[in-house]
Nanobody
Framework: VQLQASGGGLVQAGGSLRLSCAAS??????MGWYRQAPGKQRELVAA???????NYSDSVKGRSTISRDYAKNTVNLQMNSLKPEDTAVYYC??????????WGQGTQVTVSS
């Protein structure tokens, strides 16, 4: 199983970024994004289940949209109105059989004020 994340970068506050993750090697019940800021625990940003149900953290709700292409096995996260507190390493996550979690390599998102 491989998860290949892309789309991070440096953006000014108020800007937008789109993160993409391409998965291969298995089918997944849930795909999503987590983030980890320096000195903090990794936290869920958003996730989408195989039935299309979505879940967002309160910190990004209303500013972000997660989408999933089931045929291509990809998951995207569109983040708008970015804030400096969104700065973190973002990790793609996928849950496979027997609730096994898979992680991508992480992509840095930096929001300057």
């Amino acid at each position: 199983v491989q998860l290949q994340a892309s789309g991070g970068g440096l953006v000014q506050a108020g800007g937008s970024l789109r993160l993409s993750c391409a998965a291969s090697g298995a089918s997944f019940s849930i795909m999503g994004w987590y983030r980890q800021a320096p000195g903090k625990q990794r936290e869920l940003v958003a996730a989408v289940a195989s039935d299309g149900t979505t879940n967002y953290s309160d910190s990004v709700k209303g500013r972000s949209t997660i989408s999933r292409d089931y045929a291509k096995n990809t998951v995207n996260l569109q983040m708008n109105s970015l804030k400096p507190e969104d700065t973190a390493v973002y990790y793609c996550n996928a849950r496979g059989l027997f609730f096994k979690n898979y992680w991508g390599q992480g992509t840095q998102v930096t929001v300057s004020s």
